[in-house]
């Protein structure tokens, strides 16, 4: 069932918290750098969205919905006030 392997998962990610050795999570910037942290022996690899879309060309989807607005108004019947 994939919510008992999650919650095993979840379990095992506290106890790294809890762990007496000093928990390092490295912040991996794509496919190929998590690989790297696995291969190296860490235990848990962090992501970041921004990271992500930055290795794509993108930016990240915050950035990228007030982007999108600035540059795509919506129609006047939409923006509120008087028409």
């Known amino acids: ?7 095993a998962r979840y379990e095992q990610f506290v106890e790294l918290h809890r762990g007496p050795d000093t928990f390092i999570m ?3 910037w794509d ?4 690989l790297l942290f ?4 860490f235990t848990s690899i ?6 992500f879309a930055a290795t794509l060309g993108r ?12 540059h795509h108004p919506p129609p006047l019947g939409l923006r ?4």
Not at 80 to 83: E, I, K, L, Q, Y
């Open 80 to 83: 509120g006030g008087r028409r």
């Open 46 to 51: 962090a992501t970041s969205s921004a990271a």
């Open 26 to 28: 490295p912040n991996a």
């Open 1 to 7: 069932m994939p919510g008992i392997a999650a919650r």
């Open 59 to 70: 930016i990240d989807g915050v950035h990228a919905a007030s982007l999108h607005r600035r």
């Open 31 to 34: 496919g190929p750098s998590a």
């Open 38 to 41: 696995k291969e190296a022996g």
